[in-house]
């Protein structure tokens, strides 16, 4: 069998081979069946429990001292290559990130000192994710 089709503007002349003869009948869909709620019906009534203790958060603390640099970009922290402690200056690399299977440079936007690394090798961070604290 031939067919035409039509892919991102452009047409296509496409050819189909049927190896062993088929049926629908061969396959069946079961489809689950909801019921639906009456319109008018009172919405149901939660019982009173008692409120859920708050989830400890997953990034670690940021110290209020200092600069953050923050993640331009969602991805997976590739190198660190600051330690505590160092003096950088303004457009050096601090942290390398991997996105789309790019390395993109997280580069310092003014000479400091390193009083913080938050990022660590290996670990996946999200956009405006604190990396590194620099004073």
Do not use: R
């Not at 939660?46 to 940021?62: F, I, K, L, M, R």
């Amino acid at each position: 069998m031939k067919f035409k089709i039509t892919l991102n503007g452009k047409n296509y002349e496409i050819e189909v081979e049927t190896i062993e003869p088929m049926t629908l009948s061969e396959y069946t869909a079961e489809v689950p069946v909801v019921e639906a709620a009456p319109v008018n019906a009172p919405a149901p009534v939660a019982e009173a429990t008692a409120p859920a203790a708050p989830q400890a958060s997953a990034a670690p603390a940021v110290s209020g001292d200092g600069e953050p640099i923050k993640a331009p970009m969602p991805g997976t922290i590739v190198n660190v290559n600051v330690t505590v402690g160092q003096a950088v200056k303004e457009g050096d690399v601090l942290v390398v990130i991997e996105a789309m299977k790019m390395e993109n440079e997280v580069t310092s936007p003014k000479s400091g000192t390193v009083t913080q690394i938050v990022a660590q090798k290996g670990s996946s961070v999200e956009t405006d994710a604190v990396l590194v604290v620099i004073k």
